[in-house]
């Protein structure tokens, strides 16, 4: 009886033992698990705030544009009733309107004038053969251009 009696506590110890390694293995895996779930949700509230501050901009960004087109919008109508008012005024003078219908004078249309440049190269050409100097007894081609006689 004695031996069953040994057997049987050296079963339950046995037993006993393999279930607190099982304890122990199953308690390591949640840990693990606990860990997992931790930098999830730590990702998850760093994503939710990531949104939350993209939502932010975007109305903000929304209101902004709103504003600009308010202000485009006024600035329009005051460039447009600055417009009317001028052509009021000059309709209205005839000294004024004799004025503006001439032509501008040749200078001033060549001081406006440039031509189209593929590239920065020929803009330098252009810009660099402009003021020559005329040779030695030729006149110059734009006289008065720079104030001189």
Known sequence: MSRIL???LAAALLAL??????WSVASDALAGAQ??????????ESRDRAIRRLNT?????SR??????????????LALTREAQIQRETDANPTLREWSAAALPADVIRLHSR?????????LD??????????AGQQPQHAGRSGGG
């Not at 033992?17 to 099982?22: A, D, E, I, P």
């Not at 901009?57 to 960004?61: D, S, Y």
């Open 64 to 77: 902004r544009e709103a504003a600009l087109r308010q202000m485009q919008g006024r600035a329009s109508a």
């Open 57 to 61: 901009e975007i109305l903000q960004g």
């Open 17 to 22: 033992t393999l279930t607190g390694w099982r």
């Open 126 to 135: 252009w810009l660099s053969a402009r003021d020559k100097l005329p040779g």
């Open 35 to 44: 860990k997992i779930i931790g930098t999830l949700s730590a990702g998850i």
């Open 6 to 8: 040994t057997a049987l």
């Open 115 to 123: 031509p189209a440049f593929a590239n920065a190269r020929d803009y």
